[in-house]
Nanobody
């Protein structure tokens, strides 16, 4: 059974940092592209960042470039999202997801976590 479990969300102030983690089980983890998506109230789910199976290739949505860093530890079957200089527009539920393709489309991701809430107050 495949499981993805996010953690690390919370309430922070503008300019603060958070580190999200997504622990997985039941996956051949290093074979999967891992990504983070987010969904704000009343909005569609949005791609944030993705990382290749080896960790050597990453890609970010323009709005988080230079502020967020995605990484993975294949020995721990875990993917991370370091979020710096947070602002109110980053407020959303953050989801990790796994795919066999290097895509930004949610429909390309077969496995999803339950999400973790990030709230940024000004």
């Amino acid at each position: 059974q495949v499981q993805l479990v996010e953690s690390g969300g919370g309430l922070v102030q503008t300019g603060d940092s958070l580190r999200l983690s997504c622990a997985t089980s039941g996956l051949a983890f290093s074979r999967y592209v891992m990504a983070w998506f987010r969904q704000a109230p009343g909005k569609e789910r949005e791609f944030v960042a993705r990382i290749s199976g080896s960790g050597g290739v990453t890609y970010y949505v323009d709005s988080v470039k230079g502020r967020f860093t995605i990484s993975r530890d294949n020995a721990k079957n875990t993917v991370y999202l370091q979020m710096d200089t947070l602002n109110s527009e980053d407020t959303a539920v953050y989801y990790c997801a796994a795919s066999m393709t290097f895509s930004v489309r949610p429909t390309s991701y077969a496995y999803w976590g339950q999400g973790t809430q990030v709230a940024v107050s000004s």
